[in-house]
């Protein structure tokens, strides 16, 4: 029996593969790497899809310096920057987006995390978008505090959003005005306070390959069971603007090592994912079984209806995961 059959046969069965097993993973035969992978999503997630959009809710004027990020107060590029938008806008976005077919909505804001005003703003819109339509809360404000996510919580919030991005040791690289303990720490107090967290990374960024698996060993420790992956599009202005766009090949391998290290999990293409020549398909078959769709923060995404035509030629349902 090969390495891949074996390693593939044992997350069947439950067994947690190593990091040294999941290096040596990677470098396998790409055929086999893709085939076992979407071998273990079909025996342990079936045809479940699960498909989220955001909206930019407050643009621009970011304090953190993360590399990566047009939004960045410490960078000049050409993002629109905007508070945070009105109770009824971000009703009407989420309203449309379920009528459209998708299952999770967030709203996600630029900044460190939220004034006490703020809060209370988005808090609003949560219970407005809850009483008005049965879609799936999300929230990304970043670094929160246990009180906050409290607040979330009592909002109709049912899952937030931290990435973790890359691994401890390459984090300092990307960012230096918080820390990957800082990350963690807000992780753990969401989940203190009841709430599911989606966590995940942007790949591409200049890391190497036992970085990103040290990053989602972090995140199979913290019991993460929703993994976005963003695929780096280097934005003009920022300090990784030059970084060479990852080749299909390295995503798709990405994504099926991922799949063994989180095997139950939703594994969530992001923000990128238009930079794939198939807009992803073949990852859905290699692996990955999220996404999230429309348009990213600064970026523009896959619309919902090209979508929902990709999950149903792969053969998938839509679900909560």
Request: aromatic share 6%.
């Amino acid at each position: 029996m090969s390495f891949i059959n074996n390693m593939k046969n044992k997350v069947i069965s439950g067994y947690k593969i190593t990091k040294e097993e999941a290096l040596l993973l990677h470098d396998s035969p790409l055929d086999d790497l893709l085939s076992s992978a979407n071998e273990i999503r079909e025996t342990l997630c079936k045809d479940s899809f699960d498909i989220c959009t955001i909206i930019n809710g407050k643009s621009g004027g970011c304090s953190e310096n993360c590399k990566y990020c047009a939004q960045s107060s410490h960078y000049h590029t050409c993002v629109d920057e905007y508070p945070l938008l009105g109770k009824n806008e971000i009703q009407n976005c989420a309203i449309s987006n379920y009528q459209d077919g998708v299952l999770r909505f967030s709203i996600v804001t630029s900044g460190r995390s939220l004034d006490e005003g703020e809060m209370l703003d988005v808090c609003d819109a949560y219970r407005s978008i809850q009483e008005n339509c049965p879609i799936s809360l999300c929230a990304s404000h970043g670094l929160l505090t246990y009180e906050q996510f409290i607040k979330l919580r009592q909002a109709g919030v049912i899952r937030y959003h931290c990435n973790l991005e890359t691994s401890r040791r390459f984090f300092p690289d990307i960012c230096s005005t918080h820390t990957y303990d800082d990350k963690i720490n807000t992780i753990r107090n969401a989940q203190l306070a009841g709430l599911e967290v989606c966590s995940g990374g942007i790949i591409g960024l200049g890391e190497d390959v036992e970085d990103r698996i040290d990053m989602v060993m972090d995140l199979r420790e913290l019991g993460i069971k929703s993994i976005p992956v963003n695929i780096l599009n280097p934005i003009k202005g920022t300090p990784l603007e030059h970084r060479k766009v990852m080749s299909d090949e390295d995503v798709l391998r990405t994504i099926a090592v991922f799949r063994f290290i989180i095997p139950e999990g939703a594994i969530r293409l992001a923000g990128g994912r238009g930079l794939l020549a198939d807009k992803g398909m073949k990852a859905f078959m290699s692996g990955a079984n999220a996404a999230i769709s429309g348009n990213m923060l600064t970026t523009i995404g896959i619309n919902i209806n090209e979508d929902l035509d990709i999950i149903k030629k792969c053969g998938y349902r839509l679900q909560i995961l």
